[in-house]
């Protein structure tokens, strides 16, 4: 049986919840045989998870003291950071590559992903989140350079946000005070999307939260990911007590 989700740290006591999205490129052997029909280079890509995004989850969770979980399926084979009705949940095309095995999925298909991955994740996800009244979500993602033969991307790190701005612009204020960065305000992205992890999991609940953003050149080894959390750990902690989130 393949295990949807890993969970490191669930002893930790510290508020914060750190979640990683898009941490593995794996597929189940359920789904396809194990494969999805394109090339291991395309797997390795930014279409199929989010390069560097787990190491630095796994990293900032342990310099927070605070749980980490983490997927361990592709987005290519379900989004977890999808709503359940979003015509992206399984991508057919992705950065101009065909996914042939989500060209047709039946419906038992996409039933089979949702209950033997998705859901079980947003269940054990829920389960962490509240494990105590005053949790703080950290979502971490990574971005690549350059995306559909647009423009390179300026920023070293991006933060995504909705309606609830409390831990977001403190810490965009401290990020942006640092000489060296060049900081996206939802950017690349919009940062709400219906249904997503952070609408489920933090503004339902009226949780504070922000979604993390690196370009993945810049988190690609082991020791990048580890000096990234260890600048963002102190960050967050002093814009959450600036708030008093």
Not at 21 to 44: E, K, Q, Y
Not at 131 to 136: A, L
Not at 226 to 231: F, G, L, Q, V
Request: charged share 20%; aromatic share 6%; net charge neutral.
């Amino acid at each position: 049986m393949h295990q949807p989700y890993h969970i490191e740290g669930a002893a930790r006591p510290a508020r914060w919840l750190v979640t990683c999205d898009h941490a593995t490129n794996a597929v189940p052997g359920f789904v396809g045989g194990g494969s999805l029909g394109i090339s291991s280079s395309d797997m390795a890509r930014h279409i199929a998870w989010d390069v560097g995004a787990a190491g630095v989850a796994r990293a900032l969770a342990a310099a927070l003291d605070a749980p980490a979980i983490l997927s361990n399926f592709s987005r290519l084979v379900i989004d977890p950071n999808r709503g359940e009705d979003d015509p992206t949940l399984i991508m057919k095309l992705y950065d101009g590559t065909v996914i042939p095995a989500n060209r047709h999925p039946s419906d038992d298909d996409v039933v089979r992903r949702l209950n033997r991955l998705y859901r079980p994740y947003h269940t054990a996800l829920a389960e962490l989140a509240a494990r105590r009244g005053d949790t703080v979500i950290v979502s971490v993602h990574s971005f690549t350079p350059q995306f559909r033969g647009r423009p390179p991307r300026p920023w070293h790190v991006g933060l995504l946000y909705a309606a609830d701005t409390r831990l977001a612009h403190p810490l965009l204020a401290r990020l942006r005070a640092e000489p060296d960065l060049c900081v996206g305000d939802n950017e690349p992205y919009g940062g709400h999307l219906p249904g997503d992890t952070i609408a489920r999991h933090a503004i339902v609940h009226e949780r504070p939260n922000v979604l993390i953003e690196l370009r993945n050149d810049l988190i690609a080894t082991p020791r990048q990911q580890a000096a990234w959390a260890a600048r963002l750990a102190p960050v967050l902690q002093d814009a959450a007590a600036r708030v008093g989130v």
